[in-house]
Structures are given as C-alpha cells and as structure tokens.
C-alpha cells in the first residue's frame, strides 16, 4: 500500500488524537494555574498582615507601658526607673544629642515601654515623644541605635461656619471648632479683618483642612476657601498656587494681602484709640493720644506692619523701649513700652511685613502691659484704622481663567454651608 493510501486511511485518526491531546492540555493548564491561586489564597491565610503602630513597630508583638514625664523628671530619672546603669544612661545620653537635646525633655509629654511578650518581659524599644508629631526612638533590639521620626499625618477636609457673638474664638470653642484655626483665618485676613474691632454678627464660613495621627488632631492645615462678613462688609478669599504665585485672592483677583497689616500683634484688646483729647492714665490731664493701644501679656510678640527699615530703636522716659520703621517716603511707624527688643532690631536693619521686632511690656509711662501703635503719613500722625492702604499685586491675568474655576468652585462649597451659631452658655 502506497504512504498515500496509508495517509489517507488514518488521517481521522490522527486528527482525533492531536484533538485529545490538545483539550489534556488546556485543563492541565487550567488546573496548574487554579491550584496557583488557591495556593495564594491560602498563603494569604497562613501569613496574617502585619500591622505596625505610628512609631514603626508591630503593634502585636510587644508589651506596650505608656506613661508621662513628671514635673522635674529627667530623662535620666525615667530611664534609671527601668533599671539601667547609670554608665548605660550615660552612654545613650550621649549618643542621642545628635537628635535630641536631654534637657528638653518637657513633663506633660508622653514616653512608651516596649517589653517582649513572655515571661522574661525584656526592654525591647524606648519612645519619646518630643511633639504631637515628632518622637524619639530608642531600640534596643540589638544594640543601640538612636533615631528621630515622624508619625504620619493623615488630613481631613472639613468645613466650618459660625456667627459671633463675643470672639471669634470663643465661637470656634463653643461651636466644638479647632481653636486653631482662628489663627489661621487671623494670618489670612490680617489686611482685611481688624480683629480688635470684631462686632456681635459678624459671620464666617471655611473650608479646610485638619490634620490628625491616628484619632488625635494636631492642627489646621490647608484653608482652601473662605467667607467672612465683618462689620456688613462680605470678604472671599481663595486659595491659589501655580509656579511661583502663592497667595490668596479674591474673587476678582485682587491679593487679600496688604501693604500694612492691620494691626501689630496677633491678638489682644484695644484699650484706647487714636484721640485730640484723651486723659492720661499716668499723667492724669487731657491730651492728644496719637495712637492705638492693644494690651496683650508682656512677652507676645510684636510684628512689623510692613516692609522697611528701622530708623529707630532706643529707650525714653515716655516711650519706654520704642521701634521706628520708616517704610517708604510716605508711610512711618513706631511701636511703644516694648519690654526688650528682638534679636538683631537696631537702626538700618531692613525688616519684612511680618518680622518680630520687640514684645509687649510696659516700659516707659505705662499702667500695665500693652504697645501703643503709631502711624504717619507725610510726616503727620493719622488713625490707621481708618486708612485704605493699597494691595500687594493682584494675581496675573494669565492666571485667571485657572483661577476663575478654582473660584466658582469654591463659591459654591461655601454657598451650601449653613451658618452654625454659637452655642450660648447655660
């Protein structure tokens, strides 16, 4: 019989087979690659998910004692209390200063104890807490090896509203609001808001951040939007960042900060405003008060309203401890009754809008703590709460139509907040 024929006679056959052993195959395949996942699967089972703490370690695997340094308590009493040597504290001391300073070491802060889970209970790591944010470890495991961290920090968006009825301050307390972020809306609105000057209705609206480790917030982070009506006058401020434009702006543009702040310290209470008669209360007769005075605690700080050089800064029997800043050809400020002087403030040193240049005392003809604030204009005293003082630059037109989406966006979050009033005292 010819191969042909031969062909011919079992090409069905052949053709059945290579079938078969095509169709082997694909379950073979099939079952390989099943068996692979639920070999996964079951591996994810046998090896649980480690799971760490905000300091790095795994959480279940250690005996954790937490406590808090005592008034007066050293690190070297804390660690002498876990029954080291005092050779042993000594050499950890040493080996720590290049991330710690000891004598930091505050009471009130916390510390954990971490000791291995069996009887012998051994000291495995040593945590301080140097901030809310910021710890120092110390492990043990092995030798000993010092390093500083961060716990992370995970934000929140949030908003909030209140009208007020005293502070804004007080609002944000009572309203179970951050206390914090009446500074941050204070450093925003510094130009725009006298916060001495806060009246019962004034109103505002935020939309920010909060950021927390773990359940616990440890401050404001980004503001992104926000509204406030001061004294019947409707202010919007936008967060805007692109290249090297920082800033925040409202809705048409215009730069919310300002040439001058409105006020030299961040918060206090005015005492007495710029008068042609007032009665002194040292002096005890009628004079012109030329100026502002905001009491706040001896120490606060005391900011220069604007960029300049200082022109001045001495002792007189009345002024006390003063500053001069002469800010450009128009403007003048001076600052009075300081209790010192920041480090640095002499005559020609240049100072930016911002820079602490003393700290409120009561130096000079002065009944108690405050600074008095004085303004000039071409060479003649003025009220400076009455002054309109120019913007610093508006955002660039190449930026608006970015800008404007960012706006209109941000408008409408605050138009769906609610205004929460403050919770009145029973």
Same mark, same amino acid.
């Given at each position: 019989?010819?191969?042909?024929?031969?062909?011919?006679?079992?090409?069905?056959?052949?053709?059945?087979?290579?079938?078969?052993?095509?169709?082997?195959?694909?379950?073979?395949?099939?079952?390989?690659? /099943?068996?692979?996942?639920?070999?996964?699967?079951?591996?994810?089972?046998?090896?649980?998910?480690?799971?760490?703490?905000?300091?790095?370690?795994e959480?279940? /695997?250690?005996?954790v004692?937490?406590?808090?340094?005592?008034?007066?308590?050293?690190?070297?009493?804390i660690?002498?209390?876990?029954?080291?040597?005092?050779?042993?504290?000594?050499?950890?001391?040493?080996?720590?200063?290049?991330?710690?300073?000891?004598?930091?070491?505050?009471?009130?802060?916390?510390?954990?104890?971490?000791?291995?889970?069996?009887?012998?209970?051994?000291?495995?790591?040593?945590?301080?807490?140097i901030?809310?944010?910021?710890?120092?470890?110390?492990?043990?495991?092995d030798?000993?090896?010092?390093?500083?961290?961060?716990?992370?920090?995970?934000?929140?968006?949030?908003?909030?509203?209140?009208?007020?009825?005293?502070?804004?301050?007080?609002?944000?307390?009572?309203?179970?609001? /951050?206390?914090e972020?009446?500074?941050?809306?204070?450093?925003?609105?510094?130009?725009?808001?006298?916060?001495?000057?806060?009246?019962?209705?004034?109103?505002? *609206?935020?939309?920010?951040?909060?950021?927390?480790?773990?359940?616990?917030?440890?401050?404001?982070?980004?503001?992104?939007?926000?509204?406030?009506?001061?004294?019947?006058?409707?202010?919007?401020?936008? *967060?805007?960042?692109?290249?090297?434009?920082?800033?925040?702006?409202?809705?048409?543009?215009?730069?919310?900060?300002?040439?001058?702040?409105?006020?030299?310290?961040?918060?206090?209470?005015?005492?007495?405003?710029?008068?042609?008669?007032?009665?002194?209360?040292?002096?005890?007769?009628?004079?012109?008060?030329?100026?502002?005075?905001?009491?706040?605690?001896?120490?606060?700080?005391?900011?220069?309203?604007?960029?300049?050089?200082?022109?001045?800064?001495?002792?007189?029997?009345?002024?006390?401890n003063?500053?001069?800043?002469?800010?450009?050809?128009?403007?003048?400020?001076?600052?009075?009754?300081?209790?010192?002087?920041?480090?640095?403030?002499?005559?020609? *040193?240049?100072?930016?809008?911002?820079?602490?240049?003393?700290?409120?005392?009561?130096?000079?003809l002065?009944?108690?703590?405050?600074?008095?604030?004085?303004?000039?204009? /071409?060479?003649?005293?003025?009220?400076?709460?009455?002054?309109?003082?120019?913007?610093?630059?508006?955002?660039?037109?190449?930026?608006?139509?970015?800008?404007?989406?960012?706006?209109?966006?941000?408008?409408?979050?605050?138009?769906?907040?609610?205004?929460?009033?403050?919770?009145?005292?029973v």
């Amino acid at each position: 019989m010819s191969f042909k024929s031969l062909f011919s006679k079992y090409l069905p056959v052949l053709f059945i087979l290579f079938a078969v052993i095509l169709i082997v195959s694909f379950f073979a395949v099939k079952s390989t690659d /099943n068996q692979a996942e639920i070999d996964s699967e079951t591996l994810e089972e046998i090896i649980p998910e480690i799971l760490y703490d905000e300091y790095g370690i795994e959480k279940d /695997n250690y005996l954790v004692e937490a406590s808090v340094v005592r008034n007066r308590q050293t690190l070297g009493h804390i660690l002498g209390q876990l029954d080291f040597s005092p050779r042993f504290i000594d050499r950890i001391v040493r080996e720590m200063s290049e991330h710690f300073d000891p004598r930091r070491v505050r009471a009130g802060n916390s510390y954990h104890v971490y000791r291995t889970n069996d009887t012998l209970q051994d000291l495995q790591y040593f945590i301080y807490d140097i901030s809310a944010l910021d710890f120092l470890k110390i492990d043990l495991t092995d030798s000993i090896e010092i390093s500083r961290g961060e716990k992370e920090v995970t934000a929140m968006a949030k908003t909030a509203s209140g009208v007020i009825n005293s502070s804004l301050w007080v609002t944000l307390t009572q309203n179970n609001l /951050n206390p914090e972020l009446a500074i941050k809306l204070s450093e925003i609105l510094a130009w725009e808001v006298d916060f001495y000057r806060i009246q019962r209705g004034d109103r505002f *609206k935020v939309v920010y951040e909060e950021e927390y480790v773990g359940d616990v917030s440890v401050g404001i982070g980004r503001v992104d939007a926000l509204y406030f009506m001061h004294h019947g006058r409707e202010i919007y401020g936008f *967060k805007f960042e692109k290249d090297t434009v920082s800033g925040y702006f409202a809705p048409d543009g215009e730069n919310l900060r300002k040439v001058f702040l409105a006020a030299p310290i961040k918060f206090g209470r005015i005492t007495s405003g710029y008068s042609a008669s007032r009665l002194h209360p040292v002096l005890g007769v009628r004079r012109p008060h030329y100026g502002t005075d905001y009491a706040a605690p001896t120490g606060t700080p005391i900011y220069a309203v604007g960029d300049g050089v200082v022109t001045e800064a001495r002792f007189t029997s009345g002024n006390g401890n003063y500053v001069r800043i002469r800010h450009n050809s128009v403007y003048d400020t001076q600052y009075l009754h300081m209790s010192r002087f920041a480090t640095g403030i002499r005559p020609g *040193k240049r100072v930016q809008q911002g820079d602490v240049i003393g700290y409120v005392g009561m130096t000079g003809l002065a009944t108690g703590p405050h600074v008095c604030f004085r303004f000039w204009k /071409n060479g003649q005293q003025v009220d400076h709460r009455r002054e309109e003082f120019p913007s610093a630059d508006p955002l660039h037109e190449d930026f608006h139509e970015e800008f404007f989406v960012i706006r209109d966006h941000w408008i409408e979050v605050l138009e769906g907040i609610a205004f929460a009033e403050e919770q009145m005292p029973v």
